[in-house]
């Protein structure tokens, strides 16, 4: 289950960088979004940057609760 | 409650960093605007990956002086928050770079190296789950990754100073180094640094402790 959900993340992030490796287009887009991270003197990317690394962190946090829930009970399965 | 000492430290620390991070007055320069506070952020997920990377390493050349399993488990461990805190300053840097190099992913070298180095690390754990044997997944994962970190170094600090980068600490981009980071900043940039790595060593410690207790019958 681990094994794959990471594999997959590893081609996918393979496939990311040779794909957009050479994307050379600017991104001057409008847009919804472009805008909305624009504005206010581009603070709201910062809001971005932290709101990644929290769920990020929640993430992992989950993925170690379900090992440890799996070790948890293989040793019920022991005993 | 003596040992835990830090990890009260670690969220005070972030407390204030999130705090004063997002509050303190800070130099608007070019196209960044107030997008610099990113450094309080991003730049101390690459410090946790470069701390995670040299305690993997370090125990990856202990586990080979003296083949204890517990030295392993310590460099699997480290190895693998490492690439976390990668990831994580991967993504924080992309979102940065699409508001402010003008494109998600560029030919950036710092950033293609960095993915690359990246990429490296994540072949150290998937050879480690491909080797069933546990000495035999030591040994040469230990090998694999004083390799990773021989190659880490030059791809993500030396080579993107020596050629030319949009990313800051290059050969025609000075950064923010010691010498022109602005003072207000490093009054927030160091203690954020200090926080983010404390916490990384508690996510560490955590995951030390599950690899532990998952190989427990062989190390009583």
């Known amino acids: 289950m681990i094994n794959k959900a990471f594999s997959f993340c590893c081609t996918f992030m393979l496939l990311l960088v040779s794909l957009l490796a050479d994307a050379q287009q600017q991104n001057t887009e409008k847009g919804p979004v472009n805008e909305f991270f624009r504005s206010n003197d581009k603070i709201y990317v910062i809001v971005g940057v932290l709101l990644i690394i929290f769920t990020g962190i929640v993430i992992f946090l989950i993925s170690l609760e379900r090992k440890i829930s799996k070790l948890e009970q293989r040793d019920r399965l022991d005993r | ?220």
């Open chain 2, 1 to 220: 409650m003596a040992k835990h000492w830090w990890k009260a430290l670690a969220v005070l620390i972030l407390t204030y960093t999130i705090i004063a991070g997002f509050t303190h007055k800070i130099p608007i320069i070019g196209t960044n605007g107030q997008s610099s506070r990113g450094l309080y952020f991003h730049v101390p997920m690459w410090i946790c990956m470069y701390t995670m990377f040299t305690i993997s390493v370090v125990n990856s050349l202990r586990y080979l002086a003296g083949y204890d399993l517990r030295k392993d488990a310590l460099a699997s461990a480290a190895g693998g928050v490492g690439v976390f805190y990668g990831v994580l300053g991967f993504a924080t840097g992309t979102l940065w770079a699409t508001y402010t190099w003008g494109s998600t992913f560029t030919s950036d070298p710092k950033q293609m190296l960095t993915a690359v180095a990246l990429l490296i690390y994540m072949a150290y754990l998937v050879l480690r789950m491909s080797i069933s044997d546990i000495d035999k997944r030591a040994r040469i994962s230990a090998v694999f990754n004083i390799f990773a970190f021989a190659l880490l170094i030059p791809l993500t600090y030396i080579i993107p100073r020596m050629v030319d980068s949009l990313h800051p600490g290059s050969a025609s981009t000075p950064g923010f180094a010691s010498k022109d980071t602005d003072n207000n900043m490093k009054a927030v940039l160091y203690p954020a640094f200090l926080g983010w790595t404390l916490l990384s060593v508690w996510i560490f410690t955590l995951v030390v402790r599950y690899k532990k207790l998952e190989l427990k019958n062989i190390f009583k």
